[in-house]
């Protein structure tokens, strides 16, 4: 499964900033997760038995809105023979938009970044997002495995989710003391016994972490020194040998083994993370005091160099909240577009072929306009938070928009 991109992760946590503020007046909004191996006439038929359940609903109004957005859910799971593959979210109710008899029914259904685990129906004031938060935390796989010389257990963990792939037992027989020459033999054979153990291990990691396609990195763990000697030998295939990011010293094996390698390593793996947002913005910023260099920023000479083609990587501050609008004049249809920072501000713009007043015809969010357009030329897309130095200062110094540059123009 491939890792989700920083623009996908952005969409999603801007798609969950809109759901997050829909309240409804009672308990009428409904959330629906649906697993990938569950089937549509199941749920279909669930739902026909929570609209025969909500005739039991005191409030009259709540009652037609629960059952109007039950109806709604059973129509949209007509259109799929079987969930995506990473499974089906619906919200769907009505939203008030002011006073009484406002209210508008508002559906959202599409398939999240990441597999959905547990069927789900929940009917309240406000949709039920729980699953999809955890999913923001969700972004790269680690391997893990937890080695001595008497057990072994491969893991891979994916944000907070951890899935046992295999646990081992060597059957290597511990010190033995028999003097002389049976000693000898003896500890050539626990040797060669652990030997076999440690391919047999190696063998089942590479089976394991070969296959994830986006495999950060890979961290040891376990009592004693096997760890050390497992890496050492040439017992993994040499791409996972060198993911291997730092080995930890545990107390247990096991599963117990594999939670103690997270809890110690957690530090380890934020760092990975927050480093690639921090070495991004640290090459821009080094192009930009290279006379030569290939840096731009700044939303219009951005805006230039994507227009060209020139752009190998934009970042943009997943802070930046300013609008793009379209303005339309109402006498001649003339178009002409404006950036605001405050998306409540109107300027009154003139047309300038006839000079009427122009008016606003579509509302994007900057972000949006300038993703679509580096969509368009090929150009890599990251967002950058602003949780380290280097993303505080490209919000801050450089307006929120940069770019690495293909070719200077």
Do not use: W
Not at 70 to 94: A, H
Not at 190 to 207: P, S, T, V
Request: net charge negative; hydrophobic share 35%.
């Amino acid at each position: 499964m491939s890792e989700v991109s920083s623009k996908e992760l952005y969409e999603f946590k801007k798609t969950l900033k809109e759901l997050s503020e829909k309240k409804g007046r009672g308990t009428e909004l409904v959330s629906v997760y649906i697993p990938h191996d569950r089937q549509i006439s199941d749920v279909a038929k669930h739902m026909r038995e929570e609209l025969s359940q909500s005739a039991n609903i005191k409030s009259k109004q709540t009652k037609k809105n629960v059952q109007s957005a039950i109806e709604v859910i059973v129509q949209r799971l007509r259109l799929f023979p079987k969930p995506p593959e990473k499974g089906l979210v619906l919200f769907v109710g009505m939203i008030p938009k002011g006073g009484p008899g406002t209210e508008k029914m508002e559906t959202y259904v599409f398939e999240p970044p990441e597999p959905i685990q547990t069927y789900t129906y929940h009917c309240n004031s406000e949709f039920f997002l729980e699953p999809l938060q955890h999913m923001m935390d969700v972004k790269e796989v680690y391997g893990l495995a937890v080695i001595d010389r008497k057990e072994a257990t491969i893991a891979s963990l994916k944000g907070k989710r951890v899935d046992i792939i295999k646990h081992l037992t060597s059957g290597v027989p511990g010190k033995h003391k028999a003097g002389g020459q049976s000693q000898r033999r003896f500890d050539r054979l626990i040797d060669l016994a652990a030997h076999e153990f440690k391919k047999r291990i190696g063998e089942y990691m590479n089976d394991a972490f070969l296959s994830i396609e986006d495999l950060k990195g890979i961290i040891l763990g376990g009592p004693g020194h096997t760890k050390e000697e497992f890496l050492k030998g040439d017992y993994l295939q040499y791409e996972l040998k060198n993911k291997v990011i730092t080995t930890i010293d545990t107390s247990y094996t096991g599963e117990f083994g594999i939670r103690e390698v997270i809890d110690k390593s957690m530090d380890v793996l934020e760092e990975i993370d927050v480093m690639q947002e921090k070495q991004l913005v640290q090459k821009f910023l080094k192009e930009l005091i290279d006379e030569r260099g290939l840096a731009a920023y700044g939303e219009e000479e951005v805006r230039n160099y994507l227009q060209m083609g020139a752009v190998d990587i934009l970042l943009i501050s997943e802070d930046l909240t300013h609008k793009r609008k379209t303005m339309r004049c109402l006498n001649c249809a003339h178009e002409t577009k404006v950036t605001y920072k405050d998306p409540h501000d109107d300027d009154e713009i003139v047309c300038n072929g006839c000079g009427d007043r122009m008016k606003v015809h579509d509302v994007k969010d900057l972000v949006d306009d300038f993703v679509k357009m580096a969509e368009e030329v090929d150009s890599d897309i990251e967002i950058i938070s602003t949780e380290t130095e280097e993303g505080m200062q490209l919000f801050k110094a450089f307006g929120g928009i940069a770019a690495i540059l293909r070719y200077r123009v």
